[in-house]
């Protein structure tokens, strides 16, 4: 591999999105290599048919161990098809969300285990990880509020349906994998205006990207 893997992640309405918008034309700027932005099921057509399945609000008696089943499997289709063969040329490949989001989601959110949705998703990774994931926190009541004030709640899927004490449940695993993976996960701030969560994410890349960034 000799690219470079850059994962974002964050509780739903962390800014996540905002904030890869707002950094790709400055990455492509300032980054030797091409940047490809992506995030799961990433176009990829088998992993876009395993999210509809995830995601249909019609797929109530969806058991939770499927659920994790399927979007380790969604992962693993785009990872193969659209990431590795990227890094592989030498891109830069920043993601909307990867294994953590499934830790967050499936193992604490849900309540399947951590430590199994972990351990299934390294099979379906064969061991990638990023080399950096930036994580962008906020209360679970922030997010929350943010994508409320922008949506109407007949555009909500079935996982925005899930209550207040799931999202808390979420943002919790997140801090707790920042803590115990110092090394690759880096906590910004999110509660902050966007243009200073963005400037962050930048001198954060930047450092992990050392010679490969130019002025
Ligand atoms: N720092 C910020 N301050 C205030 N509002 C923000 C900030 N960042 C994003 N927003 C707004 O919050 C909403 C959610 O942002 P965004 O979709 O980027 O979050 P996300 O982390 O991608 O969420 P999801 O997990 O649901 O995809 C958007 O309406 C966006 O404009
Ligand atoms: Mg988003």
Known sequence: MVGKFISFEGPDGAG????????????????????????????????????????????????????????????????????????AKGAIVVCDRFVDSSVAYQGAGR????????????????????????????????????I?????????????????DFHERVRAAYLRLAQQQPQRIVTIDATQALSAVVAECLGVIQQTLGAQWQA
């Open 111 to 146: 309540q399947i285990g951590e430590d199994a949705v972990l351990a299934m998703n390294q099979f379906a990774t064969a061991g990638v990880q990023p080399a950096l994931t930036i994580y962008l926190d906020v209360p679970a009541a922030v997010g929350l509020a943010r």
């Open 148 to 164: 409320q004030a922008h949506r109407q709640a007949t555009q909500y899927d079935r996982l925005d349906r899930e209550r207040l």
């Open 16 to 87: 996540k999105t905002s904030v890869l918008q707002a950094l790709l034309p400055q990455l492509q700027a300032h980054a030797q290599q091409a940047v490809v932005l992506t995030r799961e099921p990433g176009g990829a057509r088998i992993s876009e048919k395993i999210r509809e399945l995830i995601l249909d609000p019609q797929n109530t008696e969806m058991d939770a161990r499927t659920e994790a089943l399927l979007y380790a499997a969604s992962r693993r289709q785009h990872l193969v098809e659209k990431i590795l063969p990227a890094l």
